[in-house]
């Protein structure tokens, strides 16, 4: 069986809107699979960088990182040529907040992508890690400190 690593990074991205707070979710799988934005990090890219570029690309969203949320770590197999291949993924997380520009998504990686307010999104994610991030990121942006003002890019 062969190996691979992967690095992502993505975004937990809120705004205020007509229904409260909303966070932004892409689907998958005709709907069966909501998950939070992300991608690849690209060679020479930071993680802050991927982060945004990949709300952007498959959301069509503008969103200011805010602070860093920290990493989730799974694992799955994928096929290459009949030859499995064990999969370890590490995705970077952060806050953002809300630019511009209105959810469409990119349809060679996403089917959909949406404003849900959060208290739907928290029973709507399709992974118990993406909904530790989207609490780890109500928690720094209904305590805003110090030390999230001085993170911001």
């Known amino acids: 069986m062969g190996r ?5 990074a993505g975004g937990v991205v809120l705004r205020m809107g007509r229904r409260g707070l909303e966070v932004l979710l892409v689907t998958l799988r005709q709907g069966a699979v909501w998950s939070l934005p992300k991608g690849q990090v690209e060679p020479g ?3 802050a960088e991927t982060a945004v570029r990949e709300v952007r690309e498959e959301t069509s969203v503008e969103a200011r990182i805010l602070a860093p949320l920290g990493r989730i ?6 096929r ?6 064990a999969v370890t993924k590490e995705v970077h997380y952060f806050l953002m907040r809300y630019q511009a520009g209105e ?5 060679a990686e ?6 849900v307010p959060v208290r739907v999104a928290l029973a709507r994610l399709s992974y118990a890690n993406e909904r530790d991030m989207l609490h ?16 911001q890019v």
């Open 45 to 47: 890219e930071r993680y």
């Open 136 to 151: 780890r990121a109500l928690s720094r942006w209904e305590k805003p400190s110090r030390s999230l003002a001085a993170t």
């Open 73 to 78: 770590r799974y694992h799955f197999t994928v």
């Open 80 to 85: 290459d040529e009949a030859i499995p291949v």
């Open 103 to 107: 959810p469409k998504p990119q349809l």
């Open 110 to 115: 996403v089917e959909g992508a949406e404003w």
């Open 4 to 8: 691979r690593r992967v690095v992502s």
